[in-house]
């Protein structure tokens, strides 16, 4: 027979289990951020531990009141999710706001099948599915109205006066709120997925049309825009750094390279700001959608995902791509210049765009991202758990990947110097960059008005054909750079259309 519990004993048990098996990393900013040698500090401590606890209980039990053994239900799937979101805390350094909640529902099975691994399954054993059986093992005994409106508004009453009793701390709370927000468990995940799908449902209102285009001329254009995943600029050597991550592409007469930063550290948001005109906030047509609808040959071939919707005729997955290719680069993102060249030659218009998508460079597995002969930095980390590898076994296997699309992006511009009949370039430009343990994060997806420079600092790589076009030396370069320049490249006449924009010289 279930013990039987008080509804309000049942809420204080349950948030403080919440306490103590979930909010360990928001505890640890806390004191890592806060001078606990001070009144204030030590009292602002005292706050949190208090107002963590009674704000807890005091949500579980309305929560249980009103939805009886559904509640039960609730509580344990918070368990568990608290459980797995706390594991990426710890293991990747992450905070869970409303970008990260889109990374976790923009991924699909082969990304986040990758990030299994034994730890995992201890959190959710020990730390979700272990604590949600103890919740079924007690009957809660329900108190009258009058007894729940009293309790709701004595504590209420309480919540209020611990607040004003920590003014003094408001501007500190406020200055580390999307921290904070991000680390407190349930309430990170459910606030930020509610954010999550306000968002996307404001998103996904049809997409604005721009103003026609024309093209102002005849001549056989290609523009290859090939679009980076989490690679950084500080590990490629063309950028200075000191190992040869680019062996390929410093040998190619006329090559450029900017110094950039992402506008976002996630891909979803880096590609809008890499397709789109400018940033407004609104849904207008990105560059492949406007560029088709105004009569230019569109190709895009992706091995990764997150881009907002394309329409055009010729997109081609992974799926897709896999299905008729033979070799070993069809595991890799070699697979992307299979074919391509025949693609251009049966094209039937001047103008060309290219969009190449890769994933080359996305952890955690990175030693899975490049074919063996590309292992050239050694040893390399084998571990979804990255803080489990030494650092320099986790920057070797990111390095590899780099090296693998110095290869890729080089023998693009070597196909496209053999289509003589064109004049060409090739644009590289990444999403966003990557932590690799520096402060103890990893991966990317920190919101980016506190992202690191890893996270931020990206290669924008570009090339063009013998005697195309001059590029600009001296401006200052971002994602939103790539529309214009495109249009200029190809000789799209636009009303939107800016020239200080586009990376070419007139």
């Avoid at 004003?164 to 407190?184: C, P």
């Avoid at 190809?490 to 990376?503: F, G, H, K, R, T």
Wanted: proline content about 3%; glycine content about 6%; some cysteine.
């Amino acid at each position: 027979m279930p013990k039987q519990l008080k509804l309000k004993s049942y809420a204080l048990l349950a948030s403080l289990v919440n306490l103590v098996l979930y909010q360990y990393p928001f505890f640890k900013f806390v004191l890592s951020n806060n001078n606990l040698k001070s009144t204030s500090g030590i009292m602002l401590l005292i706050s949190l531990i208090v107002a963590s606890i009674i704000l807890n209980a005091f949500v579980f039990y309305i929560g249980l009141y009103l939805l009886r053994n559904v509640g039960k239900w609730l509580l344990a799937i918070f368990f568990n999710i608290s459980a797995i979101a706390v594991y990426f805390i710890n293991t990747y350094g992450i905070i869970i706001d409303r970008t990260m909640i889109g990374n976790v529902f923009n991924t699909n099975y082969e990304e986040s099948s990758s990030f299994f691994s034994f730890g995992l399954v201890l959190y959710v054993l020990f730390l979700g599915l272990l604590p949600s059986f103890f919740l079924f093992k007690f009957k809660i005994i329900r108190p009258k109205l009058k007894s729940f409106l009293i309790h709701t508004g004595v504590t209420l009453l309480f919540l209020g006066v611990l607040v004003f009793a920590n003014s003094t701390n408001w501007l500190w709370i406020d200055k580390n709120s999307k921290t904070l927000g991000g680390l407190v468990m349930p309430w990170s995940y459910v606030v930020n997925t509610s954010r999550y799908y306000s968002h996307i449902n404001k998103k996904n209102k049809k997409q604005i049309l721009l103003p026609d285009a024309t093209i102002k001329d005849d001549e056989k254009s290609i523009a290859v825009l090939v679009i980076g995943e989490s690679a950084r600029s500080e590990n490629f050597s063309l950028y200075g750094y000191d190992k040869n991550t680019n062996p390929l592409l410093s040998q190619i007469e006329g090559l450029k390279h900017f110094e950039t930063e992402s506008c976002a550290t996630y891909t979803t948001a880096g590609l809008q700001c890499i397709l789109e005109h400018k940033d407004t906030g609104k849904l207008y047509e990105i560059l492949p959608n406007y560029l088709f609808r105004n009569d230019v040959e569109v190709i895009w071939k992706t091995t990764n995902w997150g881009e907002p919707k394309v329409i055009i005729d010729n997109f081609q997955n992974k799926e897709m791509l896999r299905k008729n290719c033979e070799g070993p680069d069809c595991e890799y993102d070699g697979i992307l210049l299979k074919g391509l060249k025949d693609e251009i030659l049966a094209s039937k218009k001047n103008k060309i765009l290219v969009v190449l998508h890769t994933s080359t460079s996305h952890g955690p597995t990175y030693f899975e991202k490049y074919p063996k002969q590309f292992e050239k930095f050694t040893p390399v980390c084998k571990s979804v758990e990255l803080a489990n590898c030494t650092q320099e076994e986790l920057i070797n296997a990111y390095n590899n990947t780099i090296l693998y699309t110095d290869f890729i992006v080089a023998n693009l511009i070597d196909d496209l110097k053999q289509l003589k009949e064109y004049k060409s370039t090739m644009i590289f430009i990444s999403d966003h960059g990557e932590s690799l343990g520096e402060k103890g994060l990893y991966m990317h997806g920190i919101p980016a008005s506190l992202a690191p420079k890893e996270q931020l600092e990206i290669p924008f790589i570009v090339w063009t054909s013998d005697n195309s076009r001059n590029i600009k030396e001296n401006q200052g370069h971002s994602q939103h750079n790539i529309f214009h320049s495109v249009l200029d490249f190809l000789a799209i006449d636009s009303p939107i259309y800016e020239q200080d924009m586009s990376i070419f010289k007139n």
